[in-house]
């Protein structure tokens, strides 16, 4: 493993309290390993406890419906961490995980995940917090399934997406790269037609407009509106 390599950890949020040493003295037990764009990393139910820190690219966590249809719970980039469900409790896998674009992921064994926990506290309460993200971001997430009809989960996704877009001098938000329909499709659990149609219906109101390397959303205001008459917030 080159030097690079050793040093890659770094970018790993996770593990921000450890010493640049320890970050290396870990990549070198780890497991190096490029993928292709659409290519499985974990495959749901598979009895593997790696816990993977992403390099670089990103990755999609999914699920299937007993139909087929894709449901995507998150994508992790470059400095994110997945796998760590299964390392901790010995479970299967609960969900598959494949590349976005190429990608490079740094293999830990679960035993020497658990080890770092154990051997550095500040390590293990980065965990806790990431875990308590994910449950805070999955209940809101189930409530709007539950709660908002396929339009409205579709306004809530762009106005997730709003928030770490581009903000220009006008007020509006610059989402790059154009968010691709079936990947909202998957994330709010409609099709791909729902969503054309209901970028259609924002575009002719004036609250979206799609350039050429963006979706502008025009009126951030009037799409926050939207989503919350309905939740009633």
Known sequence: MTELAARALDGIGLLDSL??????????????????????????????????????????????????????????????????????????????VMAIGETTVAAMTADQFLRVLREHPDVALALMRRLATVIRVSGARILDLSTLGANNRVHADLLALCRAAEVTREGHARIRPIPVHSDIAARVSTTRETVARVLNDLSRQGIVRRDADALVVLDVERLRDLVEEVRGE
């Open 19 to 96: 010493t640049a040493a320890e970050r290396e003295a870990l990549g070198r037990t780890c497991r190096w390993r490029r993928y292709a764009s659409g290519e499985q990393i974990i495959d749901r139910s598979s009895d593997s406890r790696d816990v993977f820190f992403v390099i670089g690219g990103a990755v999609r966590v999914v699920i299937y419906s007993l139909s087929g249809r894709e449901i995507a719970l998150d994508d992790i980039t470059a400095g994110g961490v997945f796998g760590e469900l299964a390392a901790l409790d010995g479970s299967p896998r609960s969900a598959s």
